[in-house]
């Protein structure tokens, strides 16, 4: 074209990238990448290996080791080999190979940039100036970890071999949210990339050994599903950290149940993107481009439902399709390009599928008439308007570059409407005004609000999500915890379960001197009879009869899990009125101390010094978390933006908390009140075998002016309990002591809405020992934490 | 009201409206928004090779080629109209195949006195001369001579008038009172076009920005104009991205398209660049031209020849190799 049409058109030109250095690369491993096994390159066995394609031009990149269950085996066992040096390292030293490591990546940003845009399909622009330099920034980061782990985090130890499973939608920056953490606690990985895009993981292997990071460390195995399942059920991984679809997030928990892996799920999402009319409407476009246009809308994160104020609805959808009416789709590597490819015909047949359920339910489609590539997998951009909540659209995921957009009346409206899914994950507010914005922000099931942005990250602070987005977060102080374990936690001794000794003489008619106590459960603030209108009799040490309680079925759950879900006054209580809550529950139990001693010495069989001794350690416990109450605050974080995050610790939700048998007070009361003190509601299934102490306790609670529905106690079979809890939906965690195979039950049972969970695996906790017994590690347990992030300038 | 707010589908000229507060109440900028924006805008576009000479040879035909200084003499100012009737060597367009396209810039901005020399040196050439006034740069005259000044400028030949707004009209929120001066000013160009500089740099927030360049328009402005390239800051993509935002949201309530001028600072051919791509983007191609966009610039132009040489040589050119203006 010459410069006299160009100079009449005003036109854009092509800008493309020189991927030519990249390609000879390519061409190096013509015959096939293989595996990275300590800190070698080991080809797969059995030979197999599979095509990897570029999805701008559907031509062949490379060809990729399909691994095995021998090659993870393999992998597996070069990670243990390396796991002692590894963690013994100081951390000054690992500090200095994740340094390394963050210098590479930066040396070679371009390289890689190109290589991400070539492998996945995303334009070159956001591989350069987000994708790369985050993931630079993520090994930063925590070479800081590793330097500072022994001061900062004294009581905990790495895992072991990790194993991690990443996705393609931001291969090199997942790798980077994935390795950087695992290796600063001193953790060795097995990482399998996604089949669609291994090229810049493998390239990471190159920079690993580059960096002299000693063999083993990092192993880096290809293939797909089958890999991944491999690596899942393999016995020698301590940790499965997870990123992807919720559907998979789903088999993996069910899977590792029970295996005592520990786990970490990043799921999907459907992230609402609110916009109040007193916003920057233009800016908001933007932050829309940002939030659902970004990485052609294939992000977990994705700002994907718009909710807009009526009164400014019909402008800001001018304002979007106006700005969508000179989008640039193209050749991911042009430097001028919003968007590049879909990762995959499949998947784009996928974002079609659900487009056009969409539109056949109702939906109105809208797509800017731009110019589309002729070749290669791309997807417009696409509004669906005209769709109310039911619309499939809204609720599933598309995973592509799809708004839909709805309205809403107030701000109530709006909470309802974006807290009404399946997910929760990120939140988009914009308003111009910081009371609204704020008041929105507190009120969303999101692990992230950004205000007046979209889609920002750092490693400093945690990403993760609530409800079925999964459990887990990476980044920050929070995303340690995730590649660490306590050094003091289950390892005591002792019955978690203890079994009642055989009847013996005296008859429940026998004492016929007091007047009969029928004990009943604890729902919503009263006693209410079992639903089934069975007792079950509880004996004392010696096997005589003690009392009564009520036998609890799934409807007495099913009642004490909704009266907790009627509270919605706890949570928004302030930390002071629940420290005074719990201080007043330890005095009442004080006053009533005598009481609770001889029931433990008539049904445990303990000494008077010993029962005397827990009933004070209950008390202290109580005091503990009272304490606590007000003082387990969030952080600031600063990220390197004009910003501040707010990480504020947030209550779960309702948590169910099945007690042991082992000090059944103290255990009864030092999980209660890390669950409520944290501004949960609770529903505690007491000690099976002294069930009395539970029934005791209500008593307590009554006179405590603690709100109906904040605590609810059912009696019962502890198992049968933990079945119908794990398997409530409405539910949002469960804390499980018992036996292993009940452990391994409400793993599995847990995936209906990927409740987290926090089990004994069958193992004993010394309840008296305060290091292992009350503190931080059970308020982490009790608590998410949301990120929210506050740019300003005027 | 009604049917003042309408749509034009010709380039017929800003009338103005009546004063409209709630056009102003209901603006919100968000800044750090604005500026991510301006970042990754850098990012998503350029432009290269011919594409790049093309654009940059537009650039030329949208610079106020300026001179404002107390030095300025009728000599210096008929070599500056010299160099904006023939801003490029002859020999470079022809290599450009562009040596038919008339190129000039597109015009030539100076002070009052030097107006009727301006007005002379481009007889035949079709470029406007414009005239700062208004008792530019402060603006803090007697309003009766500011008027004084516009008239005598016209009268003298100035085709465009640079006014400078009244800044604590707008610190203090009064926009009636911001809105009066420049519908006065307007009144007083008659034919000649108004071109307000907002001065943006004093206005103390993104905001203000904003409201102050609808005000002007709603008073009849022909062009807004960042800065007199006297602030301290003047010309910023974030504050011109405001500007165009707002050009839009006129051109959407009243059909009527009103011209942007970026002024200070703007001194590289990147820079240049940038800028096109940002009205590119938010307001569309028609505003890449002189009617509509304007560069008040004084070195930006060598910068450009440069630029070009090197594109059509393949070597690095210097300053000396093109004649001064």
Known sequence: MSVAEIFDTMNYGPAPEDASYVRDWLKEHKSGFSHYIGGEWVKPSPTAYFDDTNPADGKLLAKIANGSRQDVDAAVEAASAAHAKWSALAGHTRARYLYALARLIQKNSRFISVLESLDNGKTLRETRDIDIPLAARHFYYHAGWAQLLDQELPDYQSLGVVGQIIPWNFPFLMLSWKIAPALAAGNVIVLKPAEFTSLTALYFAQLCEEAGLPAGVVNIITGAGKTGAAMVEHPGIAKIAFTGSTDVGRIIRASTAGSGKKLTLELGGKSPFIVFEDADLDSAVEGLVDAIWFNQGQVCCAGSRLLVEEGVADELIAKIKQRLSHFRIGDPLDKAMDMGAIIDPVQRANIDKLVEQGVAEGATKWQPDVPMPEKGCFYPPTLLTDVSPANIAVREEIFGPVLTVMSFRSLDDAVALANNSRYGLASSIWSENINRALEMASQIKAGIVWVNSANQFDAACGFGGYRESGFGREGGREGMFEYLKPKHDWAAKGDVVIAAPDPVGRSEMAGLGAIDRTPKNYIGGKQARPDGGNTATILNHKGEFAGRVGQGNRKDIRNAVEAAYLNKCWAVRTAYNRAQILYYIAENLSVRADEFTARLRDLTGASKAKAEAEVKASISRLFSYGAWADKYDGQVHTPPVQNVALAVKEPIGIIGAVCPDNAPLLNFVSLMAPIIGTGNRAVMIPSERYALIGTDFYQILETSDLPGGVVNIVTGSRDEMAKVLAEHDQLDALWYHGSAQGAAMVERLSIGNLKRTWVNHGKARDWVDRTTGEGRRFLREATQVKNIWLPYGD | ?325
């Open chain 2, 1 to 325: 009201m009604g049917a003042e707010i309408h749509h034009l589908a010709s380039n017929q000229r800003n009338p103005g409206m009546v004063f409209h507060p709630e056009w102003v109440e209901g603006i919100r900028v968000n800044r750090s928004a604005v500026e991510r924006r301006i970042a990754t805008l850098n990012a998503r576009r350029t432009v290269k090779k011919q594409w790049q000479a093309a654009w940059l040879l537009k650039a030329i035909t949208l610079i106020d080629l300026t001179t404002l200084s107390g030095d300025d003499t009728p000599g210096r100012v008929q070599r500056l109209c010299a160099k904006a009737r023939q801003p490029v060597r002859s020999d470079l367009l022809a290599a450009l195949s562009m040596e038919n396209a008339s190129l000039t810039t597109g015009a030539v901005c100076v002070y009052h006195e030097m107006v009727p020399v301006a007005v002379k040196a481009l007889i035949g050439s079709g470029i406007p001369v414009a005239a700062v006034s208004t008792g530019f740069p402060a603006g803090l005259s007697p309003l009766e001579t500011r008027l004084a000044e516009i008239r005598a400028s016209v009268t003298a030949g100035a085709t465009e008038i640079d006014i400078v707004i009244s800044r604590r009209y707008v610190l203090t929120a009064n926009w009636k009172a911001l809105y009066d001066e420049v519908a006065l000013y307007r009144e007083a160009c008659g034919e000649a076009h108004l071109k307000t500089i907002l001065a943006t740099g004093q206005l103390g927030s993104m905001t203000k920005v904003a409201k102050a360049s609808m005000i002007c328009m709603m008073a009849g402005a022909d062009f807004i104009k960042t800065s007199t390239g006297m602030e301290t800051v003047n010309a910023t993509q974030p504050v011109s991205l405001i500007m165009l935002r707002m050009i839009r949201q006129y051109f959407d309530k009243t059909g009527y398209k009103i011209g942007f001028k970026p002024a200070g600072g703007i001194s590289v051919s990147r820079t240049a660049l940038q800028y096109l791509v940002l009205v590119k983007e938010e307001l569309g191609n028609e505003w890449l031209q002189p009617e509509l966009l304007r560069f008040g610039a004084s070195s930006l132009l060598g910068d450009i020849e440069r630029q070009l040489e090197h594109f059509i040589t393949g070597r690095y050119s210097a300053a000396n190799r093109h004649p001064m203006g």
